[in-house]
Protein backbone atom coordinates (compact mmCIF):
# COMPACT_ATOMS: atom_id res chain seq x y z
CA UNK A 1 0.00 0.00 0.00
CA UNK A 2 1.57 2.65 -1.30
CA UNK A 3 0.69 5.72 1.67
CA UNK A 4 1.66 3.48 4.34
CA UNK A 5 -1.36 4.08 6.58
CA UNK A 6 -2.75 1.32 8.73
CA UNK A 7 -5.47 -0.27 6.94
CA UNK A 8 -6.53 -1.96 9.82
CA UNK A 9 -7.00 1.23 11.69
CA UNK A 10 -9.44 2.36 8.71
CA UNK A 11 -11.08 -0.53 8.92
CA UNK A 12 -11.87 0.30 12.49
CA UNK A 13 -12.63 3.56 11.95
CA UNK A 14 -14.99 1.99 9.27
CA UNK A 15 -16.52 -0.13 11.55
CA UNK A 16 -16.85 2.55 14.50
CA UNK A 17 -14.38 0.24 16.55
CA UNK A 18 -11.72 3.45 16.82
CA UNK A 19 -10.96 5.27 20.10
CA UNK A 20 -11.26 8.54 20.04
CA UNK A 21 -7.66 9.47 19.45
CA UNK A 22 -8.04 7.07 16.64
CA UNK A 23 -10.79 8.41 15.27
CA UNK A 24 -9.11 11.72 15.11
CA UNK A 25 -5.98 9.95 13.45
CA UNK A 26 -7.68 8.53 10.71
CA UNK A 27 -10.15 11.42 10.13
CA UNK A 28 -6.58 14.01 9.72
CA UNK A 29 -5.31 11.30 7.48
CA UNK A 30 -8.05 11.10 5.08
CA UNK A 31 -8.36 14.50 4.33
CA UNK A 32 -5.00 14.11 2.63
CA UNK A 33 -4.87 11.11 1.39
CA UNK A 34 -7.21 10.16 -2.06
CA UNK A 35 -6.17 6.37 -1.76
CA UNK A 36 -7.19 5.83 1.85
CA UNK A 37 -10.56 7.75 0.86
CA UNK A 38 -11.22 5.82 -1.65
CA UNK A 39 -10.70 1.99 0.32
CA UNK A 40 -13.47 3.52 2.97
CA UNK A 41 -15.89 4.24 0.24
CA UNK A 42 -14.89 0.91 -1.37
CA UNK A 43 -15.97 -1.09 2.36
CA UNK A 44 -19.13 1.06 2.26
CA UNK A 45 -19.96 -0.62 -1.48
CA UNK A 46 -18.60 -4.00 -0.21
CA UNK A 47 -21.04 -3.83 2.65
CA UNK A 48 -23.65 -2.80 -0.01
CA UNK A 49 -22.85 -5.84 -2.09
CA UNK A 50 -23.47 -8.53 1.09
CA UNK A 51 -26.62 -6.97 1.86
CA UNK A 52 -28.37 -9.69 0.04
CA UNK A 53 -26.53 -12.33 2.19
CA UNK A 54 -27.81 -11.07 5.54
CA UNK A 55 -29.84 -12.80 7.65
CA UNK A 56 -32.05 -16.13 6.40
CA UNK A 57 -34.46 -17.69 8.34
CA UNK A 58 -33.54 -21.17 9.41
CA UNK A 59 -35.48 -24.43 8.78
CA UNK A 60 -37.75 -25.08 11.44
CA UNK A 61 -36.16 -29.28 10.69
CA UNK A 62 -33.25 -27.61 12.29
CA UNK A 63 -34.20 -27.67 15.89
CA UNK A 64 -36.44 -30.55 15.27
CA UNK A 65 -33.21 -32.33 14.58
CA UNK A 66 -31.89 -31.26 17.44
CA UNK A 67 -34.19 -32.65 19.57
CA UNK A 68 -34.39 -36.02 18.23
CA UNK A 69 -30.82 -36.19 18.30
CA UNK A 70 -30.32 -35.12 21.91
CA UNK A 71 -33.39 -37.10 23.20
CA UNK A 72 -32.93 -40.55 24.85
CA UNK A 73 -31.84 -43.34 23.38
CA UNK A 74 -35.48 -45.32 22.54
CA UNK A 75 -36.27 -48.41 20.99
CA UNK A 76 -39.01 -46.25 18.55
CA UNK A 77 -37.31 -45.68 15.66
CA UNK A 78 -39.93 -43.72 13.98
CA UNK A 79 -39.50 -39.83 14.31
CA UNK A 80 -42.34 -37.38 14.74
CA UNK A 81 -41.96 -35.84 11.21
CA UNK A 82 -42.37 -39.55 9.79
CA UNK A 83 -45.35 -40.39 11.45
CA UNK A 84 -47.08 -37.38 11.30
CA UNK A 85 -47.05 -37.19 7.67
CA UNK A 86 -48.29 -40.40 7.51
CA UNK A 87 -51.97 -41.90 7.01
CA UNK A 88 -51.65 -43.30 10.66
CA UNK A 89 -51.57 -39.56 11.58
CA UNK A 90 -55.20 -38.88 10.25
CA UNK A 91 -56.82 -41.84 12.03
CA UNK A 92 -54.55 -40.94 15.78
CA UNK A 93 -55.83 -37.16 15.54
CA UNK A 94 -59.40 -38.57 14.86
CA UNK A 95 -59.33 -40.26 18.15
CA UNK A 96 -57.45 -37.89 20.06
CA UNK A 97 -60.39 -35.25 19.31
CA UNK A 98 -63.28 -37.49 20.44
CA UNK A 99 -61.16 -38.36 23.29
CA UNK A 100 -60.98 -34.79 24.31
CA UNK A 101 -64.49 -34.03 22.61
CA UNK A 102 -66.08 -36.79 25.06
CA UNK A 103 -64.64 -35.27 28.05
CA UNK A 104 -66.28 -32.22 27.43
CA UNK A 105 -69.54 -33.59 26.60
CA UNK A 106 -69.55 -35.59 30.26
CA UNK A 107 -67.86 -32.41 31.77
CA UNK A 108 -70.58 -30.43 33.98
CA UNK A 109 -69.25 -27.36 32.46
CA UNK A 110 -71.76 -25.02 32.26
CA UNK A 111 -72.34 -25.10 36.45
CA UNK A 112 -68.54 -24.77 36.32
CA UNK A 113 -68.69 -21.41 34.05
CA UNK A 114 -70.64 -20.45 36.59
CA UNK A 115 -69.16 -20.83 39.69
CA UNK A 116 -66.21 -19.01 38.42
CA UNK A 117 -68.21 -16.26 37.84
CA UNK A 118 -70.12 -16.39 41.40
CA UNK A 119 -66.04 -16.58 42.65
CA UNK A 120 -66.03 -13.26 40.65
CA UNK A 121 -62.93 -15.08 38.60
CA UNK A 122 -63.09 -13.96 34.98
CA UNK A 123 -63.56 -16.95 32.80
CA UNK A 124 -60.56 -17.20 30.99
CA UNK A 125 -58.33 -16.29 34.05
CA UNK A 126 -59.06 -18.96 36.03
CA UNK A 127 -59.11 -21.42 32.88
CA UNK A 128 -55.36 -19.76 32.13
CA UNK A 129 -54.82 -21.06 35.68
CA UNK A 130 -55.96 -23.95 35.53
CA UNK A 131 -53.79 -24.36 32.92
CA UNK A 132 -50.44 -23.24 34.12
CA UNK A 133 -50.59 -25.77 36.65
CA UNK A 134 -51.47 -28.17 34.63
CA UNK A 135 -49.04 -27.45 32.17
CA UNK A 136 -46.10 -27.55 35.31
CA UNK A 137 -47.23 -31.09 35.78
CA UNK A 138 -46.97 -31.95 32.28
CA UNK A 139 -43.50 -30.48 32.65
CA UNK A 140 -42.62 -32.93 34.74
CA UNK A 141 -43.98 -36.18 32.87
CA UNK A 142 -40.89 -35.30 30.51
CA UNK A 143 -38.25 -34.33 32.93
CA UNK A 144 -35.25 -36.04 31.77
CA UNK A 145 -34.88 -38.04 34.69
CA UNK A 146 -37.40 -40.11 33.02
CA UNK A 147 -35.32 -43.27 32.53
CA UNK A 148 -33.95 -44.02 28.57
CA UNK A 149 -35.71 -46.58 26.96
CA UNK A 150 -38.14 -46.69 29.70
CA UNK A 151 -40.66 -48.70 28.13
CA UNK A 152 -44.03 -47.25 29.71
CA UNK A 153 -45.57 -44.59 28.04
CA UNK A 154 -45.40 -41.86 31.06
CA UNK A 155 -48.01 -39.20 29.60
CA UNK A 156 -51.18 -41.58 28.76
CA UNK A 157 -54.39 -40.89 30.82
CA UNK A 158 -56.69 -43.66 30.12
CA UNK A 159 -58.81 -41.84 28.16
CA UNK A 160 -62.45 -41.70 29.85
CA UNK A 161 -61.39 -41.66 33.52
CA UNK A 162 -62.88 -38.80 34.80
CA UNK A 163 -59.97 -38.15 37.58
CA UNK A 164 -58.71 -34.72 39.58
CA UNK A 165 -56.28 -32.94 37.42
CA UNK A 166 -52.88 -32.90 38.76
CA UNK A 167 -52.97 -35.66 40.64
CA UNK A 168 -51.25 -38.63 41.03
CA UNK A 169 -50.75 -41.49 37.90
CA UNK A 170 -47.68 -40.35 37.02
CA UNK A 171 -44.77 -41.84 39.26
CA UNK A 172 -43.60 -38.27 40.09
CA UNK A 173 -46.00 -37.43 41.98
CA UNK A 174 -43.96 -34.58 43.73
CA UNK A 175 -44.23 -32.43 40.75
CA UNK A 176 -47.59 -32.39 40.93
CA UNK A 177 -48.32 -31.70 44.93
CA UNK A 178 -46.35 -28.69 43.63
CA UNK A 179 -48.92 -27.89 40.88
CA UNK A 180 -51.81 -29.09 43.29
CA UNK A 181 -50.20 -26.33 45.63
CA UNK A 182 -49.53 -23.49 43.31
CA UNK A 183 -53.57 -24.29 42.54
CA UNK A 184 -54.45 -24.29 46.28
CA UNK A 185 -52.45 -20.74 46.63
CA UNK A 186 -54.03 -18.84 43.30
CA UNK A 187 -57.78 -20.47 43.21
CA UNK A 188 -60.03 -19.17 45.64
CA UNK A 189 -60.65 -21.81 48.17
CA UNK A 190 -64.18 -22.36 48.16
CA UNK A 191 -63.61 -23.86 44.53
CA UNK A 192 -65.93 -26.70 43.46
CA UNK A 193 -64.20 -29.86 43.40
CA UNK A 194 -66.09 -30.70 40.21
CA UNK A 195 -64.09 -28.13 38.25
CA UNK A 196 -60.63 -29.89 38.74
CA UNK A 197 -62.38 -32.93 36.66
CA UNK A 198 -64.31 -31.10 34.27
CA UNK A 199 -62.82 -29.54 31.30
CA UNK A 200 -64.17 -26.53 30.92
CA UNK A 201 -64.73 -25.53 27.31
CA UNK A 202 -65.52 -22.08 26.18
CA UNK A 203 -67.83 -22.47 23.54
CA UNK A 204 -66.28 -19.33 20.93
CA UNK A 205 -63.11 -20.49 21.16
CA UNK A 206 -62.04 -21.15 17.33
CA UNK A 207 -60.67 -23.96 15.54
CA UNK A 208 -58.18 -23.31 12.70
CA UNK A 209 -57.96 -26.67 10.83
CA UNK A 210 -54.09 -26.39 9.37
CA UNK A 211 -54.04 -29.24 6.09
CA UNK A 212 -50.61 -29.50 5.02
CA UNK A 213 -48.23 -31.49 3.35
CA UNK A 214 -45.64 -31.06 5.52
CA UNK A 215 -47.25 -30.68 9.12
CA UNK A 216 -44.20 -30.51 10.76
CA UNK A 217 -43.37 -27.50 8.61
CA UNK A 218 -46.31 -25.96 9.80
CA UNK A 219 -46.10 -26.73 12.79
CA UNK A 220 -43.01 -25.03 13.03
CA UNK A 221 -44.25 -22.16 11.62
CA UNK A 222 -45.98 -21.87 14.24
CA UNK A 223 -43.55 -22.18 16.26
CA UNK A 224 -41.24 -19.81 15.09
CA UNK A 225 -44.39 -16.96 15.02
CA UNK A 226 -44.30 -17.75 18.68
CA UNK A 227 -40.53 -17.63 18.87
CA UNK A 228 -40.58 -13.91 16.92
CA UNK A 229 -43.29 -12.87 19.42
CA UNK A 230 -40.88 -13.82 21.95
CA UNK A 231 -43.95 -15.76 23.63
CA UNK A 232 -43.06 -17.73 26.42
CA UNK A 233 -44.32 -21.45 25.17
CA UNK A 234 -45.23 -23.59 28.26
CA UNK A 235 -46.16 -27.38 27.12
CA UNK A 236 -49.46 -28.70 27.51
CA UNK A 237 -52.97 -27.99 25.94
CA UNK A 238 -55.15 -28.21 28.99
CA UNK A 239 -58.31 -27.01 27.09
CA UNK A 240 -57.98 -30.51 24.98
CA UNK A 241 -57.00 -33.01 27.38
CA UNK A 242 -53.33 -34.86 28.51
CA UNK A 243 -53.21 -37.50 25.99
CA UNK A 244 -49.86 -37.76 24.64
CA UNK A 245 -51.11 -37.55 20.73
CA UNK A 246 -53.67 -35.10 21.57
CA UNK A 247 -50.52 -32.32 22.57
CA UNK A 248 -48.68 -33.66 19.09
CA UNK A 249 -51.63 -32.42 17.08
CA UNK A 250 -52.67 -29.63 18.76
CA UNK A 251 -51.43 -26.64 19.53
CA UNK A 252 -53.34 -24.38 21.72
CA UNK A 253 -52.14 -20.38 22.30
CA UNK A 254 -53.72 -17.19 23.45
CA UNK A 255 -53.46 -14.52 20.84
CA UNK A 256 -54.64 -11.10 19.84
CA UNK A 257 -57.16 -11.06 17.21
CA UNK A 258 -53.98 -9.33 15.23
CA UNK A 259 -52.11 -12.08 16.00
CA UNK A 260 -54.03 -14.82 15.00
CA UNK A 261 -54.62 -13.29 11.82
CA UNK A 262 -50.86 -13.35 10.80
CA UNK A 263 -50.20 -16.15 11.92
CA UNK A 264 -53.16 -17.41 9.62
CA UNK A 265 -51.73 -15.50 6.66
CA UNK A 266 -47.83 -17.22 7.37
CA UNK A 267 -49.44 -20.54 7.51
CA UNK A 268 -51.64 -20.17 4.60
CA UNK A 269 -48.49 -19.16 2.78
CA UNK A 270 -46.49 -22.40 2.83
CA UNK A 271 -46.51 -24.83 0.25
CA UNK A 272 -49.39 -27.00 -0.11
CA UNK A 273 -50.74 -25.87 3.14
CA UNK A 274 -54.26 -24.41 3.85
CA UNK A 275 -56.25 -23.58 6.86
CA UNK A 276 -59.92 -23.57 7.80
CA UNK A 277 -61.73 -21.79 10.93
CA UNK A 278 -64.27 -24.01 12.08
CA UNK A 279 -65.46 -24.62 15.31
CA UNK A 280 -65.42 -27.11 18.53
CA UNK A 281 -69.02 -27.67 17.98
CA UNK A 282 -68.55 -28.14 14.00
CA UNK A 283 -65.23 -30.18 15.06
CA UNK A 284 -67.30 -32.45 17.09
CA UNK A 285 -69.66 -33.39 14.54
CA UNK A 286 -66.84 -34.35 11.97
CA UNK A 287 -65.64 -36.07 14.22
CA UNK A 288 -67.91 -38.06 15.87
CA UNK A 289 -68.71 -38.94 12.29
CA UNK A 290 -65.24 -39.82 11.16
CA UNK A 291 -64.68 -41.69 14.26
CA UNK A 292 -68.10 -43.91 13.64
CA UNK A 293 -65.86 -44.65 10.39
CA UNK A 294 -62.89 -45.89 12.31
CA UNK A 295 -64.06 -47.34 14.79
CA UNK A 296 -64.30 -50.95 13.92
CA UNK A 297 -60.97 -50.54 12.37
CA UNK A 298 -59.83 -50.11 15.71
CA UNK A 299 -61.04 -52.61 17.50
CA UNK A 300 -59.83 -55.00 14.76
CA UNK A 301 -56.89 -53.43 16.09
CA UNK A 302 -56.58 -54.14 19.28
CA UNK A 303 -58.08 -57.47 19.71
CA UNK A 304 -60.53 -57.96 22.97
CA UNK A 305 -59.52 -55.47 25.10
CA UNK A 306 -61.02 -52.49 25.78
CA UNK A 307 -60.00 -50.51 22.43
CA UNK A 308 -59.33 -46.58 23.74
CA UNK A 309 -57.30 -47.69 26.74
CA UNK A 310 -55.03 -49.76 24.97
CA UNK A 311 -54.68 -47.38 21.98
CA UNK A 312 -53.59 -44.99 23.35
CA UNK A 313 -51.08 -46.34 25.84
CA UNK A 314 -50.02 -48.81 22.32
CA UNK A 315 -49.34 -45.25 20.51
CA UNK A 316 -48.15 -43.04 23.47
CA UNK A 317 -44.77 -45.14 23.45
CA UNK A 318 -44.26 -44.13 19.76
CA UNK A 319 -45.50 -40.68 19.68
CA UNK A 320 -43.08 -39.72 22.74
CA UNK A 321 -40.59 -38.42 20.22
CA UNK A 322 -43.63 -36.06 19.10
CA UNK A 323 -44.20 -35.26 22.92
CA UNK A 324 -40.17 -34.23 22.92
CA UNK A 325 -42.01 -30.84 20.53
CA UNK A 326 -44.37 -30.19 23.12
CA UNK A 327 -41.98 -27.70 25.17
CA UNK A 328 -41.52 -25.18 22.51
CA UNK A 329 -44.91 -26.02 20.98
CA UNK A 330 -47.17 -26.16 23.31
CA UNK A 331 -49.24 -23.76 25.49
CA UNK A 332 -48.35 -19.61 25.36
CA UNK A 333 -48.34 -17.67 28.61
CA UNK A 334 -48.42 -14.45 27.80
CA UNK A 335 -46.10 -11.80 28.09
CA UNK A 336 -48.11 -9.69 31.09
CA UNK A 337 -47.15 -6.14 29.17
CA UNK A 338 -49.03 -7.33 26.64
CA UNK A 339 -52.38 -4.50 25.92
CA UNK A 340 -54.59 -6.28 23.68
CA UNK A 341 -56.67 -9.13 25.29
CA UNK A 342 -55.64 -12.31 23.77
CA UNK A 343 -58.10 -15.47 23.40
CA UNK A 344 -57.83 -19.07 23.24
CA UNK A 345 -57.32 -20.23 19.44
CA UNK A 346 -56.59 -24.00 19.03
CA UNK A 347 -54.52 -24.91 15.86
CA UNK A 348 -55.23 -28.16 14.46
CA UNK A 349 -52.56 -29.96 12.01
CA UNK A 350 -53.50 -32.48 9.61
CA UNK A 351 -51.53 -34.13 6.79
CA UNK A 352 -52.83 -34.47 3.46
CA UNK A 353 -50.77 -35.33 0.37
CA UNK A 354 -48.64 -33.07 -1.66
CA UNK A 355 -49.72 -31.42 -4.63
CA UNK A 356 -46.78 -32.21 -7.18
CA UNK B 1 -42.28 -20.14 40.98
CA UNK B 2 -43.17 -19.46 37.65
CA UNK B 3 -40.95 -17.63 35.60
CA UNK B 4 -42.57 -14.22 35.19
CA UNK B 5 -41.03 -13.15 32.13
CA UNK B 6 -39.26 -14.47 28.86
CA UNK B 7 -36.40 -16.86 29.80
CA UNK B 8 -33.16 -15.48 29.12
CA UNK B 9 -30.24 -17.57 27.45
CA UNK B 10 -28.55 -17.57 31.17
CA UNK B 11 -31.57 -18.84 32.92
CA UNK B 12 -32.10 -21.54 29.38
CA UNK B 13 -28.72 -23.01 29.74
CA UNK B 14 -28.90 -23.39 33.26
CA UNK B 15 -31.77 -25.32 32.45
CA UNK B 16 -30.29 -27.29 29.39
CA UNK B 17 -27.03 -28.22 31.96
CA UNK B 18 -29.74 -29.95 34.59
CA UNK B 19 -30.95 -31.58 31.63
CA UNK B 20 -33.92 -29.93 30.72
CA UNK B 21 -33.95 -30.55 26.58
CA UNK B 22 -37.29 -28.19 26.48
CA UNK B 23 -35.07 -25.11 27.49
CA UNK B 24 -32.10 -25.96 25.59
CA UNK B 25 -34.88 -26.43 22.68
CA UNK B 26 -36.46 -23.05 23.21
CA UNK B 27 -32.26 -21.97 22.88
CA UNK B 28 -32.10 -23.64 19.25
CA UNK B 29 -35.12 -21.54 18.65
CA UNK B 30 -33.77 -18.87 19.29
CA UNK B 31 -30.42 -19.02 18.40
CA UNK B 32 -30.78 -20.73 14.76
CA UNK B 33 -31.40 -17.89 12.50
CA UNK B 34 -28.49 -16.42 13.18
CA UNK B 35 -25.74 -19.96 13.35
CA UNK B 36 -28.15 -21.21 9.89
CA UNK B 37 -26.88 -17.88 8.26
CA UNK B 38 -23.47 -18.04 9.22
CA UNK B 39 -23.16 -21.61 7.99
CA UNK B 40 -25.07 -21.10 4.98
CA UNK B 41 -22.60 -18.36 4.20
CA UNK B 42 -19.66 -20.18 5.41
CA UNK B 43 -20.26 -23.23 3.77
CA UNK B 44 -22.69 -21.78 0.23
CA UNK B 45 -24.76 -24.84 0.38
CA UNK B 46 -27.81 -24.61 2.28
CA UNK B 47 -28.73 -28.64 2.88
CA UNK B 48 -25.06 -29.06 4.45
CA UNK B 49 -25.64 -25.67 6.16
CA UNK B 50 -28.67 -27.15 7.92
CA UNK B 51 -26.74 -30.34 8.35
CA UNK B 52 -23.87 -28.56 10.19
CA UNK B 53 -26.60 -25.83 12.13
CA UNK B 54 -27.75 -28.88 13.50
CA UNK B 55 -24.74 -31.03 14.38
CA UNK B 56 -23.02 -27.56 15.94
CA UNK B 57 -26.28 -27.55 18.32
CA UNK B 58 -26.02 -30.93 19.11
CA UNK B 59 -22.75 -30.57 19.49
CA UNK B 60 -23.30 -28.00 22.13
CA UNK B 61 -25.52 -29.74 24.03
CA UNK B 62 -23.24 -32.05 24.51
CA UNK B 63 -20.72 -29.85 25.61
CA UNK B 64 -22.58 -27.35 27.66
CA UNK B 65 -20.71 -28.23 30.65
CA UNK B 66 -17.67 -26.60 29.33
CA UNK B 67 -19.52 -23.33 28.02
CA UNK B 68 -18.24 -20.60 30.27
CA UNK B 69 -20.87 -17.88 31.16
CA UNK B 70 -18.52 -15.07 30.76
CA UNK B 71 -19.39 -14.96 27.30
CA UNK B 72 -22.33 -15.34 24.96
CA UNK B 73 -24.43 -18.08 23.90
CA UNK B 74 -24.72 -16.92 20.54
CA UNK B 75 -20.44 -16.10 20.64
CA UNK B 76 -20.16 -19.68 21.71
CA UNK B 77 -22.16 -21.35 19.57
CA UNK B 78 -20.59 -19.16 16.12
CA UNK B 79 -17.37 -20.59 17.39
CA UNK B 80 -18.58 -24.50 17.27
CA UNK B 81 -20.69 -23.50 14.16
CA UNK B 82 -17.63 -22.50 12.53
CA UNK B 83 -15.27 -25.73 13.80
CA UNK B 84 -18.54 -27.91 12.23
CA UNK B 85 -18.37 -26.54 9.14
CA UNK B 86 -14.32 -26.81 8.70
CA UNK B 87 -14.71 -30.08 10.17
CA UNK B 88 -17.45 -31.01 7.85
CA UNK B 89 -15.72 -29.49 5.12
CA UNK B 90 -12.66 -31.87 5.76
CA UNK B 91 -14.81 -34.92 6.01
CA UNK B 92 -15.83 -34.69 2.30
CA UNK B 93 -19.24 -33.04 3.81
CA UNK B 94 -22.07 -33.73 1.02
CA UNK B 95 -20.48 -31.72 -1.50
CA UNK B 96 -23.33 -31.05 -4.36
CA UNK B 97 -23.36 -28.76 -7.68
CA UNK B 98 -26.55 -27.45 -6.86
CA UNK B 99 -25.65 -23.35 -5.50
CA UNK B 100 -27.58 -21.89 -3.08
CA UNK B 101 -31.09 -20.33 -5.09
CA UNK B 102 -33.13 -21.54 -2.44
CA UNK B 103 -34.33 -24.50 -3.71
CA UNK B 104 -37.81 -25.11 -2.64
CA UNK B 105 -37.91 -21.99 -0.51
CA UNK B 106 -36.55 -23.53 2.42
CA UNK B 107 -35.13 -21.20 3.70
CA UNK B 108 -38.56 -19.51 4.89
CA UNK B 109 -39.61 -16.05 4.68
CA UNK B 110 -37.02 -13.43 2.96
CA UNK B 111 -35.05 -10.76 4.70
CA UNK B 112 -36.88 -7.93 4.41
CA UNK B 113 -36.76 -6.73 1.20
CA UNK B 114 -38.09 -3.38 0.12
CA UNK B 115 -37.53 -3.20 -4.08
CA UNK B 116 -40.47 -3.67 -6.31
CA UNK B 117 -40.98 -7.88 -7.23
CA UNK B 118 -39.47 -7.18 -10.23
CA UNK B 119 -35.84 -6.36 -8.74
CA UNK B 120 -36.52 -10.10 -6.93
CA UNK B 121 -34.35 -12.17 -9.93
CA UNK B 122 -31.95 -9.35 -9.82
CA UNK B 123 -31.49 -9.66 -6.06
CA UNK B 124 -31.52 -13.43 -6.65
CA UNK B 125 -28.53 -13.10 -8.93
CA UNK B 126 -26.34 -10.70 -6.99
CA UNK B 127 -27.05 -12.89 -4.08
CA UNK B 128 -25.15 -16.08 -6.19
CA UNK B 129 -22.61 -13.85 -7.15
CA UNK B 130 -21.24 -12.45 -3.74
CA UNK B 131 -21.79 -16.00 -2.03
CA UNK B 132 -19.89 -17.17 -5.10
CA UNK B 133 -17.12 -14.66 -4.43
CA UNK B 134 -17.42 -15.41 -0.56
CA UNK B 135 -16.74 -19.23 -1.55
CA UNK B 136 -13.64 -18.47 -3.33
CA UNK B 137 -12.03 -16.77 -0.09
CA UNK B 138 -9.96 -18.81 2.63
CA UNK B 139 -11.82 -19.79 5.00
CA UNK B 140 -10.43 -17.42 8.05
CA UNK B 141 -11.35 -14.72 5.65
CA UNK B 142 -14.52 -15.67 5.24
CA UNK B 143 -15.39 -16.11 9.18
CA UNK B 144 -14.68 -12.84 9.66
CA UNK B 145 -16.53 -10.91 6.68
CA UNK B 146 -19.97 -12.77 7.71
CA UNK B 147 -19.20 -12.18 11.65
CA UNK B 148 -18.70 -8.12 10.53
CA UNK B 149 -20.54 -7.64 7.42
CA UNK B 150 -23.59 -9.62 8.10
CA UNK B 151 -23.72 -10.42 11.59
CA UNK B 152 -22.56 -7.01 12.34
CA UNK B 153 -20.45 -8.43 15.90
CA UNK B 154 -18.17 -6.16 17.41
CA UNK B 155 -14.49 -6.58 17.27
CA UNK B 156 -14.56 -7.81 21.09
CA UNK B 157 -17.18 -10.60 19.78
CA UNK B 158 -15.23 -11.29 16.67
CA UNK B 159 -11.77 -11.73 18.54
CA UNK B 160 -13.37 -13.94 21.46
CA UNK B 161 -15.16 -16.00 18.65
CA UNK B 162 -12.13 -16.57 16.64
CA UNK B 163 -9.71 -16.98 19.11
CA UNK B 164 -7.59 -13.82 17.90
CA UNK B 165 -6.40 -10.85 19.00
CA UNK B 166 -8.27 -7.54 18.47
CA UNK B 167 -5.22 -6.15 16.96
CA UNK B 168 -5.70 -8.78 14.06
CA UNK B 169 -9.50 -8.24 13.55
CA UNK B 170 -8.99 -5.01 12.82
CA UNK B 171 -5.80 -6.00 9.72
CA UNK B 172 -7.82 -9.15 8.86
CA UNK B 173 -11.07 -7.58 8.17
CA UNK B 174 -9.34 -4.89 5.95
CA UNK B 175 -7.83 -7.93 3.47
CA UNK B 176 -10.30 -9.82 3.70
CA UNK B 177 -12.93 -7.02 2.46
CA UNK B 178 -10.25 -6.37 -0.32
CA UNK B 179 -9.95 -9.46 -1.11
CA UNK B 180 -13.44 -10.13 -1.80
CA UNK B 181 -13.80 -7.00 -3.14
CA UNK B 182 -11.59 -8.28 -6.07
CA UNK B 183 -13.19 -11.83 -6.36
CA UNK B 184 -16.34 -9.67 -6.69
CA UNK B 185 -14.60 -7.55 -9.53
CA UNK B 186 -13.62 -10.32 -11.19
CA UNK B 187 -16.82 -12.52 -11.23
CA UNK B 188 -18.55 -9.47 -12.29
CA UNK B 189 -16.20 -8.15 -15.28
CA UNK B 190 -16.69 -11.95 -16.88
CA UNK B 191 -20.02 -11.83 -16.16
CA UNK B 192 -21.04 -9.30 -18.03
CA UNK B 193 -18.12 -7.04 -19.46
CA UNK B 194 -18.24 -3.52 -19.68
CA UNK B 195 -21.08 -2.93 -17.00
CA UNK B 196 -21.71 -2.34 -13.47
CA UNK B 197 -18.46 -2.56 -11.90
CA UNK B 198 -17.42 0.87 -12.49
CA UNK B 199 -16.60 1.27 -8.38
CA UNK B 200 -12.56 2.32 -8.57
CA UNK B 201 -10.61 -0.78 -7.15
CA UNK B 202 -9.18 0.23 -3.95
CA UNK B 203 -5.71 -0.15 -2.56
CA UNK B 204 -4.80 -0.33 -6.36
CA UNK B 205 -0.88 -1.83 -5.93
Known sequence: ?356 | MSPPEVPGDRDLIERARRGDRDAFGMLVVRHQDRIYTAVLRFCGDEEDARDIAQRAFVNAWRRLDSFKGDSAFSTWMYRIAFNESVSFRREGGRRRVVPLQGRDGEAGPEPADDRRPGDRLEVEESRRQVQEALNQLDPEERKILILKELEDRSYDEIAEILEIPKGTVRSRLFRARDALREKLRVLLKSAEPGSVESRPRAGGK
Not at chain 1, 125 to 130: A, F, H, I, K
Not at chain 1, 153 to 160: L, Q, Y
Open chain 1, 1 to 356: MSCGFDKGLLAAHYDGETTAEERVEVERHLAGCPECARDLASMKDLSAALKPLSRSAAPMSIAEGVLRDIAPVRSVSRSWVGWASSAAAALLLAVGTFYILDREKSAPDRSTLASDQKAGTPRSESLRRQDDAESRSHYSKESPKAPPGDPAPPAAPAPMAEEPLGKGRDDEGRLDDHAERDKAKEAPAAEPKSRMGAKPVAPGVPVVRVKAADVAKARAEVEAFLAERELKLTPGAPLLGRSAYVRDHYVQLDLTAEEAALLDKRIAELKDTSTARTTLELEKKRLAEELSRLKPMNEAQEGAKPADADATKDRAGELEEGERLRGVAGGVERDAKRLARPVRVIYVFEAVPARR
